[in-house]
């Protein structure tokens, strides 16, 4: 079973910022939480990842918890083509990854 | 490099048939996955290798699935005696862990999946 727990689906307008929250309460000292997105018909895209400090990409941020028991991926300014399932995944040792069902989310005109 | 490949993107077959696909991994990455996807569904892990050998198998990897990577190159995943169940869209990603400070790390890339249709 997915260790994380996401909403199903959110909804933000274009060019505003999106907060994707990710429940992980178990989580254990040695998992890295990881965010990936999947667009329609496509394989799950890598969008970042962190362990404990904040974390900053060209695509997005991570804030997590100070006890690590949540995360949220920052999308600064959401665009048509940011319209996608979002998965936040714990992986461990780099043992395969179990996905939940994921958050989808939809960019408004 | 152009990143994970996959082969073929679609695949229609009858029921009882053989199929077989195909996935070329980035040419560094040691760690090859295989994840199936239902519709709706977040991919279901399937199978693992480091290198050549097959290190982890789901118990959704029933007995008519194989998967080989031969010299620990490209892997084949092949499905016998296909079943209306079996329709789903078959991902493969690839990764190389590496050891940070904080523990071992894994990011796995992901090809464009092979979609099957079992009439």
């Known amino acids: 079973d997915a260790k994380t727990t996401q909403p199903n689906s959110m909804e933000s307008n274009e060019e505003e910022p999106v907060h994707l929250p990710c429940n992980h309460s178990t989580i254990s000292g040695t998992d890295y939480i990881h965010w990936y997105r999947q667009l329609p018909s496509q394989g799950p895209e890598y969008v970042i990842h962190?362990?404990?400090s904040n974390v900053n990409n060209r695509m997005a941020s991570l804030a997590i918890a100070e006890d690590r028991k949540s995360s949220t991926l920052i999308l600064h300014r959401a665009t048509l083509r940011d319209a996608a399932v979002y998965y936040c995944?714990?992986?461990?040792?780099?043992?395969?990854?179990?996905f939940g069902p994921g958050t989808r989310l939809s960019v408004l005109p | 490099d152009t990143g994970v490949s996959q082969d073929p993107r679609h695949k229609i077959t009858k029921r009882g048939q053989n199929v077989t696909f195909r996935c070329d991994p980035i040419s560094e990455h040691n760690r090859l996955y295989w994840y199936r996807q239902t519709l709706g569904q977040g991919p279901e892990f399937l199978t693992y290798?480091?290198?050549?050998?097959?290190?982890?198998k789901s118990r959704l990897l029933s007995d008519r699935f194989s998967a080989e990577r031969p010299k620990g190159s490209f892997s084949t995943l092949e499905i016998q005696r296909t079943e209306q169940g079996d329709s789903a869209m078959y991902l493969c990603?690839?990764?190389?862990?590496?050891?940070?400070?904080?523990?071992?790390?894994?990011?796995?890339?992901f090809g464009p999946g092979t979609r099957l249709t079992v009439l």
């Open positions: 962190g362990l404990t």
């Open positions: 995944i714990l992986n461990w040792a780099g043992q395969n990854f179990v």
């Open positions: 290798f480091q290198n050549e050998a097959q290190l982890e």
């Open positions: 990603a690839s990764s190389s862990p590496r050891r940070t400070s904080g523990g071992i790390t894994d990011t796995q890339y």
